[in-house]
C-alpha cells in the first residue's frame, strides 16, 4: 500500500522551530518529486517547499527560514521549520509525485498525499 505518513506538527511560539517529517512506504521517494505544502484556514492551498532530484525550491515567505532535506536510506523527507512566524500557522501536508512538480511546487497535480500535520504558531 503507497502511503505517506506526517509528524512532527505542533504548537510553538514564535521565533521557535518544529522538524516535520514525511515517511514513504510502498514507493521510493528519491525518484519522485516530494513537496510540502500548508492550507491554512479561509486561504488556499500553497506550495511551502518542494525537492526532487532536479531542483529544490522554497516559496518567497518561508526562504531562509526553512530548508528541505531528503534521506534516501531512510524513505523520508523533513521540513526544518525555523523563526517560525503566526502567519505560518496551518496544516501542512507532504505530497509526492513526478519529478517537474518540484519547480514550480504547485499546490495541485500530486498523486499521492499524506494525512496532514497541523503547526500552530502562537505566543
Known amino acids: 500500500q503507497l502511503q505517506l505518513v506526517e509528524s512532527g506538527g505542533g504548537l510553538v511560539q514564535p521565533g521557535g522551530s518544529l522538524r516535520l517529517s514525511c515517511a514513504a512506504s510502498g514507493f521510493t521517494l528519491e525518484y519522485y518529486a516530494i513537496g510540502w505544502l500548508r492550507q491554512a484556514p479561509g486561504k488556499e492551498r500553497e506550495g511551502v517547499s518542494c525537492?526532487?532530484?532536479?531542483?529544490?525550491y522554497y516559496a518567497d515567505s518561508v526562504k531562509g527560514r526553512f530548508t528541505i532535506s531528503r534521506d534516501n536510506a531512510k524513505n523520508t523527507v523533513y521540513l526544518q521549520m525555523n523563526s517560525l512566524k503566526p502567519d505560518d500557522t496551518a496544516v501542512y501536508y507532504c505530497?509526492?509525485?513526478?519529478?517537474?512538480?518540484?519547480?514550480?511546487?504547485?499546490?495541485?497535480?500530486?498523486?499521492?498525499w499524506g494525512q496532514g500535520t497541523q503547526v500552530t504558531v502562537s505566543s
Open positions: 505530497a509526492a509525485g513526478p519529478t517537474y512538480l518540484s519547480g514550480l511546487c504547485p499546490a495541485n497535480g500530486w498523486h499521492y
Open positions: 525537492i526532487s532530484n532536479r531542483s529544490t
